[in-house]
Structure formats: structure tokens, C-alpha cells
């Protein structure tokens, strides 16, 4: 989608800055994909936000400064719409290794909204919610709202909320890898997949949600099993929700050198061929770290590798276990605020971390936490889901 994209201009131009020394020759925004015009390799990532100082989604670090950040309909976002656990879209520069982490100037950072919506059923004991039909899983990697601190259990029911998640079409599930509020929401919006259609009376299914498509245009393309963006009323009738847009939402992956993508099986084959959120990936040739055991339909995946053709061509794959948090773990960085030597917390990045005796001071002590002080830390996330325990601390003096 974003090869395209009115705005790309912009991004080349602030590549020239991001490659400072190289000798580059801007030939124009109606360039190839993969260079957007700078002559310079283009990366591509979607996936969870694991990480602030720069954005962090697949163990990748990319610099914002100066990144366009828009909604799904390409309207300008606040800051503040940047949260852990939130699902982004990034295209950047070229990922380069700068010796403490992978790093890569972003051009435009999309965030994504799988449901908005009330919360129709909830269960506790088994961590799940039901919201515009859909069933929500949430796991022990899945960050809440600080209004949700608690997790599944601090939710009302009927409460308006906004999930970030992943689709898992085996499971009939979305897999919440964030969930918050949004009491004021002006419209309600699904990702779903497909589950029946009735080209004449014009209703489809998503899951057990009934959407009456009478007002709007459904691709005449559209089949069970496609993966649809879906904005509704605010109001239902009879147990069927009007829509007032529908548009195919499969991801399409422009041709890049780098690509970073977490997500989950939709389509299996064998560990060579299969496909993730809907893109076929190539994996004769990959690696697989963590091994290739359990990888199979509604799998959560890593991979790290390049594209071409709609084709995502792996390099590494690495299974992710929904059972645990991130392996990687949860980085912060940037100046604290709010400091309590008492509760042994302070905010950084508008995330409350807590540290214990276990947390592990780097170039200082927990008596050099103070308002505005400049650190780094590196954690996981706190039983109730909201803030993060910090394993370790870097405070730079």
C-alpha cells in the first residue's frame, strides 16, 4: 500500500538525512518500491510495540523522530496513541546493526485497531472477552490500560474498549496483544475473517457478528475466509449491526530488503511453505533458532527475512510461545518521572516500572532515581498486566 503513497516524498527526503555522508541522487518519489526514490534499501515490520526511546516491534529499534503516525485511514495521531503492546505497520530506511541493538530511521508509523467495540461476554477463568462477536484471548504477554490494570477482570462489561491483537483464524480468535479504553468511540470497526455470505440479501458473518452491507459496496471479490476491515454503527438493531465501510484487509507486503514480521499462521503447507496474516513465506532456506516444532496453523511467529512479489522470503523464523511473556522482554528508555523510592516505582515512557531486590543497577544505584534522570530499562511485564518489573537498569548519570 504504500508505494503509492502521496506522502512518500517526505520519507525520501528525510532518508537523505538518515544516510548523512552517502553520496545519494534523489531521482524522483515515482522511484522503485524497494528504494522509495533514495537509491538506499527499504525495510518494512508489523507488529506489536515491545519498546520506547525509539519504537521497538520485532526486536527492532526505529527512530520516529520526524515519522509520519497515522490511524488505519491514514489520519494523523497524537503521540500519545503509541503504547506498548499496540499493533504498527512501519516503513523505514535500512536496518543496521549498530552494535547494542538493530536500528532503522522510520518513515511512517501506522497503528492498527483490530476491534473497537463493547464488550458483550467476559470470562475470567479463561481470560477471554467477546467484543462485536469476536472472542478475544488475552495472554500473559497481553498489556492493559492502566484503567484495566488487573487484566480481563478489572473490565466491565458493556465498556466500549479497543484491542490490538492478532488474528487467529484456526482458533476463531483474536490473540489481544493490547486491550484499553474508549468510552467516546464515534464508530465501532472489526477485523474479522469472513465466515458466510448472502450475496442477495447482502448480510455476512463474522464470526457470530451479523452485519447488514445493504448501505455500502462489498467487493465483489470478496470470499469466505478473506480477512475484512469492517466500520459499523454505534448502534445495533434486532442483533444486526449497520455497516457504513467494508474494504478487503489482507496484508500485502511491498518488495523490501528487510522485512520484520509477528504474526500468526493463517495457512499451512509444511515448515517450508506456509502463510502469516495472509502473505505467503518461502522458508526453504530459513533458519529456526528455537526450532521448527509446533509450527503449524495458528502458530505465533517471528520472521525475519526479505520480499518480493507478495512473496516473503525468510531468513530466520522463530516460534513464539503464547504461554510466557516475550522472550525479548519489554525496553524502555528515556527520562523518569515520578520516582518513588518508598514503592520502589517511577514512569518512564508513561509506563509505571517497579523494581525489586532481583533488578540489577548498570552505572548506578536506585538512590540516583530522580525526576528527569535519563535511563534505560529492560523488564517484563507485572502480573497486573499494566506496568512492567524491571530485571535491569541502566541509569546514566
Known amino acids: 500500500m504504500f508505494p503509492n503513497d502521496p506522502g512518500r516524498c517526505g520519507w525520501a527526503l528525510r532518508a537523505l538525512a538518515v544516510l548523512a555522508g552517502t553520496t545519494l541522487l534523489l531521482l524522483g518519489c515515482g522511484g522503485g518500491v524497494d528504494t522509495g526514490g533514495t537509491g538506499a534499501p527499504m525495510s518494512f515490520a508489523q507488529g506489536p510495540i515491545s519498546g ?26 497524537d503521540r500519545s496513541s503509541l503504547a506498548l503492546g499496540a499493533m504498527a505497520r512501519i516503513d523505514a530506511g535500512p536496518i543496521v546493526d549498530s552494535g547494542t541493538a538493530l536500528r532503522a530511521q522510520a518513515f511512517r508509523v501506522q497503528v492498527l485497531d483490530t476491534l473497537v467495540g463493547p464488550v458483550e461476554a467476559r470470562d475470567v477463568a479463561a ?7 469476536q472472542r478475544v484471548q488475552a495472554t500473559p504477554g497481553t498489556v492493559f490500560d492502566t484503567a484495566y490494570a488487573g487484566g480481563v477482570s478489572a473490565i466491565p462489561l458493556r465498556s466500549v474498549v479497543v484491542v490490538s491483537g492478532q488474528l487467529d483464524p484456526a482458533g476463531a480468535r483474536v490473540v489481544a496483544t493490547r486491550i484499553a479504553a474508549r468510552p467516546a468511540a464515534a464508530e465501532y470497526r472489526v477485523r474479522a475473517v469472513v465466515t458466510q455470505i448472502d450475496r442477495n440479501a447482502m448480510p455476512i458473518m463474522l464470526g457470530t457478528l451479523r452485519v447488514d452491507t445493504r448501505s455500502v459496496v462489498v467487493p465483489a471479490s470478496l470470499v469466505v475466509g478473506d480477512v475484512v476491515l469492517v466500520k ?6 434486532a442483533g444486526v449491526w449497520t455497516a457504513t465501510e467494508i474494504s478487503a484487509d489482507g496484508l500485502h507486503i511491498p518488495a523490501r530488503s528487510n522485512v520484520e514480521l509477528e504474526g500468526r499462521v493463517t495457512l499451512f503447507v509444511t515448515v517450508a511453505s506456509f502463510s502469516v496474516d495472509g502473505v505467503p513465506v518461502d522458508a526453504s ?26 512473496m516473503l522470503i525468510a531468513r530466520t523464523v522463530k516460534l513464539e510461545n503464547d504461554d510466557a511473556s516475550d522472550d525479548e522482554g519489554i525496553e524502555l528508555e528515556g527520562k523518569i518521572s515520578q520516582p518513588d523510592a518508598v514503592a520502589r516505582t517511577f514512569v518512564l515512557r508513561g509506563v509505571t516500572v517497579l523494581w525489586n531486590d532481583s533488578t540489577v543497577f548498570l552505572g548506578g544505584r536506585a538512590s540516583d532515581l530522580v525526576p528527569n534522570r535519563q535511563l534505560a530499562a529492560r523488564g517484563h511485564l507485572a502480573p497486573d498486566g499494566s506496568s512492567v518489573i524491571a530485571t535491569q537498569i541502566h541509569v546514566e548519570l
Open 285 to 310: 532456506a530459513a533458519s529456526f533458532p528455537k526450532g521448527s516444532n509446533g509450527l503449524g496453523l495458528g502458530a505465533r511467529v517471528e520472521i525475519e527475512g526479505s520480499s518480493a512479489g507478495g
Open 232 to 237: 459499523l454503527r454505534t448502534a445495533v438493531t
Open 127 to 133: 481470560g477471554t472477552l467477546t467484543v462485536l462477536g
Open 52 to 77: 520506547f526511546g525509539s519504537i521497538i516491534v520485532a526486536g527492532v529499534h526505529y527512530d520516529d523522530t520526524g515519522a509520519d503516525l497515522v490511524d488505519d485511514d491514514g489520519r494523523p495521531l
